[in-house]
């Protein structure tokens, strides 16, 4: 299996990028067009694309596909691996800036989602890496640390299956996008729109479908003195 984990840049990278209401969730609707494996984890994706290589033409040109410059969603961060795990550890080893490991016994243990409770204990054990976690007795590791985090560093090292919802694409669009500030000019409500209609161009572009009319809709929020932007 091979493993890509996504994550929309932050803001600042993205200067260039149309402005999106849900940049993850218009991000896991681009990639489905390249596996229908596509789950969302915290706040990135995960991507398994093996079964899905030879309709690209290969690994490398499916990879070439995914991560060319220029995509309609916003520009991402990316990690690979043999497993979900081992992606999402080399990302999350990326986007902290911590050391760059090529090999998951290297990857720090802030990497690993289910060592983050544990982190200032297996640090006073000297355990900092996956490697380090995993040389230790297993028994003693489960009845101290609990079975979760045998359980995670079975999967990442591919002992045990992993097993996600996978998202589809929806039939219908609809979002929505609260207003943070009072609206009194239509080019504010124009702002918003905008926001709506780039997350409504990644949706069509995903069903290949075009639209005749738009409608937009204004909500009061009487509660909140706020006009949430309908769909």
């Known amino acids: 299996m091979h493993w890509i984990a996504l994550q929309p840049a932050p ?6 990028a149309p402005p999106l209401v849900d940049a993850l969730t218009a991000l896991a609707w681009w990639a489905l067009q390249f596996t229908p494996q596509v789950a969302r984890v915290q706040d990135a994706l995960v991507l398994e694309v093996s079964g899905s290589e030879r309709l690209f033409g290969g690994r490398a040109a499916l ?3 995914i991560f060319k410059p220029n995509q309609p969603v916003a520009p991402v961060q990316y990690a690979q691996g043999a497993t979900s795990l081992v992606a999402l550890g080399r990302l999350q080893a990326l986007v902290a800036g911590l050391p760059d490991a090529t090999a998951p016994d290297a990857l720090p243990l802030q990497a690993l989602a289910a060592a983050g409770p544990h982190l200032p204990t297996l640090a006073r054990l000297g355990c900092r890496t996956w490697g380090q976690l995993r040389a230790l007795p297993r028994g003693g590791l489960a009845r101290r640390f609990g079975a979760e985090l045998v359980d ?10 992993e097993v996600y919802p996978w998202l589809t694409l929806p039939d219908v669009f609809d979002a929505r996008l609260e207003l943070q500030a009072r609206v009194e000019s239509a080019p504010v409500l124009l702002f918003g729109a905008r926001r709506l209609l780039a997350q409504l ?3 069509l572009r995903a ?3 075009g639209v005749l009319v738009l409608e937009l809709l204004w909500e009061l929020d009487a509660h909140r003195g706020v ?3 309908g769909r």
């Open 63 to 65: 990879l070439q596909l």
């Open 201 to 203: 161009l990644v949706w």
């Open 11 to 16: 803001h600042d990278a993205a200067a260039d």
């Open 152 to 161: 995670a560093l079975d999967r990442a090292y591919g002992l045990r299956p």
């Open 227 to 229: 006009e949430p932007l």
């Open 207 to 209: 069903r290949q479908r």
